[in-house]
């Protein structure tokens, strides 16, 4: 209430014009600030949703190269003709080729701690990585606990207690792309297995195959 004495009597004996311009500016400024923001608001919106279609984007691609490649690599090749093998073979690497042509990048923002958090986790899966052809079983069940520590469903086995620390202090993207790279790993390791056992025991493999298909 004395404040609004004050202003009444600081603004006697000026010009009702000035005092009329001085409230339309500043409700036009009001305005102008209000309207910014909500744009703003909006194309942060659409930032988002580019950011999220990109990395839809990205693993689409990985999801592609995976498919052809375990066609190229399928069991299948290997009860064909030569002619056929080769016909299809060449339009994989044709569909290899023109995936690989598409350049789709989504930068992650990290901190200092988020940054050492996955260069930590990175050399962890990649020392698994290193031993695969030593040992494979061994290796899959690393992979395993590593993949247990990045998931939130109950692990069928152990959990590496220390990855899933390291997992942690990664910024929220890096952790997505670590469980699918694990997710990756293990289902390559799976057909190799089945490669392997298909080689060793052909009829029988086949045989449970087609029943765990079914199933």
Same mark, same amino acid.
């Given at each position: 209430m004395a404040q609004a004495r004050i202003s009444a009597k600081a603004s006697e004996g000026q010009p009702a014009g000035q005092l009329r311009g001085r409230f339309f500016r500043s409700t036009s400024m009001a305005d102008c600030s209000s309207r910014l923001l909500q744009n703003l608001d909006q194309l942060e919106l659409r930032v988002e949703a580019l950011r999220d279609a990109a990395s839809a984007m990205e693993q689409e691609k990985e999801t592609l190269l995976e498919m052809i490649h375990n066609i190229q690599n399928s069991q299948d090749m290997r009860h064909i003709s030569e002619g056929e093998r080769e016909e299809l073979c060449l339009t994989a690497s044709r569909l290899m080729g023109r995936t690989l042509t598409v350049e789709v990048s989504v930068e992650t923002i990290r901190n200092p701690q988020q940054q050492e958090s996955l260069l930590h986790a990175t050399r962890m899966i990649d020392e698994v990585v290193?031993?695969? +052809?030593?040992?494979?079983?061994?290796?899959?069940?690393? +992979?395993?606990s590593l993949y247990g520590a990045c998931t939130s469903e109950v692990p069928s086995g152990p959990i590496d207690q220390k990855f899933q620390s390291v997992v942690i202090g990664c910024a929220i993207e890096d952790q997505k792309k670590i469980k699918r790279r694990l997710e990756t790993l293990l289902r390559n390791i799976e057909n190799s297995e089945k490669s392997i056992m298909l080689l060793e025991h052909p009829k029988s493999t086949v045989q449970q195959l087609c029943n765990n298909e079914q199933d």
């Open positions: 290193n031993k695969l +052809l030593d040992n494979l079983e061994d290796s899959k069940s690393r +992979l395993m």
